[in-house]
């Protein structure tokens, strides 16, 4: 099945630095959202965005619908270590019945102290 | 409030043999869906059930089926299992009338090895 592209696959920071990380499609979503995934658990809703070119944050994480509407990014700020995870975003066509959401393959975010 | 409940949390098969995984949805939610996520992958669609009826179907086999019963729980099937149905299965509830804002509460999902 269809899934969207992240990049980086992972990365290895520093406490305390900016992260950002983007993901495309082929194909047009009328909404975008990026989901957490911590070990052991199911993904966690972090962000949803429903307009291209909308802005929007949630403390320290700031995510944007792209203007094609074929790609969003996500940053975080001064990163801490529970920010350690997978990042996976996730599109919805959202029309009709087809409210099924496709993932991306995954951002792994490991930081050091 | 409990929230997305799987059973059992992991489980061995053998290649042939069938396997049923549950699914007790958030209080309020009325909507399950299951994804299959394999080792490294994001999470995959395989299909969702509202009204105890199937509503949207991924690009999965016909061994994979379902059934939603009437206090919305569910059930996810899986016949003459191959090695490449390992992986964790991710159940997610919903609100019907929220479907189109993306927002899925997550199980911990159930982790099926087939040997």
């Known amino acids: 099945g269809q899934q969207l592209n992240q990049s980086p696959q992972s990365m290895f920071i520093q406490e305390g630095e900016d992260v950002s990380m983007n993901c495309t499609s082929s194909?047009?979503?009328?909404?975008w959202l990026w989901y957490k995934q911590d070990p052991g658990e199911g993904p966690v809703l972090l962000i949803a965005?429903?307009?291209?070119?909308e802005l929007t944050s949630n403390g320290r994480l700031t995510a944007q619908f792209g203007i094609t509407r074929k790609d969003s990014f996500l940053n975080i700020s001064a990163s801490i270590p529970s920010d350690v995870g997978i990042y996976f975003c996730a599109g919805q066509l959202g029309t009709g019945t087809a409210s099924k959401l496709t993932f991306g393959t995954g951002t792994r975010l490991q930081v050091t102290l | 409030d409990a929230g997305v409940t799987q059973s059992p949390t992991h489980l061995i098969k053998t290649r042939g043999q069938q396997v049923t995984l549950r699914c007790s949805p958030k209080s309020g939610h009325d909507t399950v869906s299951w994804y299959q996520q394999a080792l490294g992958q994001g999470p995959q669609f395989i299909f969702q059930y509202y009204e105890e009826e199937e509503r949207q179907r991924g690009n999965f086999p016909d061994r994979f089926s379902g059934h939603q019963f009437p206090n919305y729980s569910s059930e996810l099937n899986v016949n003459a299992l191959l090695l490449g149905d390992s992986a964790l299965y991710l159940c997610?509830?919903?609100?019907?009338?929220?479907?189109?804002?993306?927002?899925?509460?997550f199980g911990e999902g159930s982790r099926l090895t087939v040997l």
């Open positions: 194909s047009i979503f009328n909404t």
């Open positions: 965005l429903y307009k291209a070119g």
């Open positions: 997610a509830s919903s609100r019907d009338r929220f479907q189109y804002t993306g927002e899925l509460f």
